[in-house]
């Protein structure tokens, strides 16, 4: 059997700098990402986590199951992408779709949507865009200002009642 073959000292050490060279590399690039603001022509974002968003809709069935109501209730990201969607008990069929399309209007216009029910005086042709409803019972979550979530809830006898368990999930997210 052959003895392995052995680097001359010389060839051991640059070979180690130069590990040591691309290491450093590669940490300082990645420190300067994550600390740098974004390049040219791109923007950061901030965006909530599925666990977040499971939290938030716990808290909005809570609040519900609370006052004895049977919801849906639907958290969707930024982009309107559903994240979580918990049916109560007895919800009815109707509130699951219901809960999801009052979180996509929330988000999408950064605003609760009972004040976007008032919007359609102005602009009644809002109701016509896919995948929004202007009924009360969908709150977004904000960063900074930003829209980042929207909380939808369904299936109380009033949008006002599923407003108020939407705004218990977006409470919870600020704990």
């Given at each position: 059997m052959k003895s392995p073959q052995k680097f001359p000292v010389r060839a051991r050490v640059l070979t180690v700098a130069a590990v040591a060279v691309i290491g450093a590399g590669t940490f300082g690039a990645v420190s300067a990402t994550a600390a740098s603001p974004a390049p040219k022509g791109?923007?950061?974002?901030?965006?909530?986590?599925?666990?977040?968003a499971a939290e938030a809709a716990k808290a909005a069935l809570a609040a519900a199951k609370k006052d004895g109501q049977k919801v849906s209730v639907a958290v969707v990201d930024r982009n309107g992408n559903t994240l979580v969607?918990?049916?109560?008990?007895?919800?009815?069929?109707?509130s699951y779709e219901s809960a999801e399309r009052k979180a996509?209007?929330?988000?999408s216009w950064n605003?609760?949507?009972?004040?976007?029910?008032?919007?359609?005086?102005?602009?009644p042709n809002l109701k016509d865009?896919?995948?929004?409803?202007f009924l009360p019972g969908g709150?977004?979550?904000?960063?900074?200002?930003?829209?980042?979530?929207?909380?939808?809830v369904a299936g109380a006898p009033s949008g006002d009642l599923d407003e108020k368990y939407a705004r218990a999930g977006v409470a919870e997210l600020g704990k």
């Open positions: 791109f923007t950061q974002t901030t965006h909530l986590t599925v666990e977040s969607t918990l049916r109560g008990d007895g919800a009815g069929p109707q996509f209007t929330a988000v605003a609760p949507t009972s004040e976007l029910v008032k919007r359609l005086q102005q602009a865009i896919p995948g929004t409803l709150a977004p979550v904000q960063a900074q200002g930003a829209p980042v979530a929207g909380i939808g």
